[in-house]
Nanobody, 121 residues
Framework: QVQLEESGGGLVQAGGSLRLSCVAS???????MGWFRQAPGKEREFVAA????????YFADSVKGRFTISRDNAKSTVYLQMTNLKPEDTAMYFC???????????????WGQGTQVTVSS
């Protein structure tokens, strides 16, 4: 069973930056990985993805130009660098394997505990 462990969240002022990390068990190096987030009272939504083959990324429109995604296969870790944070970025952030490249849904039904990002105005 794959285990996912997110970290790096916190409280930051608008315009600030945070770097999230996600350590995944399993055959991480061949997983396309994604970050997702869920704000209170809202559905979980896709944020960013990175390919296992060539490390190509893609992003939700709401974070394009502000967030970057990277991975270190040797550490089975995927990162989300968030800059110019906005109050609307406030959410619990999760990682998961992508259902497929180009998809915006998760492959695994189980999720980690997530890491909370709170952006104050």
């Amino acid at each position: 069973q794959v285990q996912l462990e997110e970290s790096g969240g916190g409280l930051v002022q608008a315009g600030g930056s945070l770097r999230l990390s996600c350590v995944a068990s399993g055959v991480f190096r061949i997983y396309d990985m994604g970050w997702f987030r869920q704000a209170p009272g809202k559905e979980r939504e896709f944020v960013a993805a990175i390919s296992w083959k060539n490390y190509s990324p893609y992003f939700a429109d709401s974070v394009k130009g502000r967030f970057t995604i990277s991975r270190d296969n040797a550490k089975s870790t995927v990162y989300l660098q968030m800059t110019n944070l906005k109050p609307e970025d406030t959410a619990m952030y999760f990682c998961n394997r992508l259902a497929g490249w180009g998809d915006t849904t998760a492959a695994f039904a189980s999720w980690g505990q997530g890491t909370q990002v709170t952006v104050s105005s």
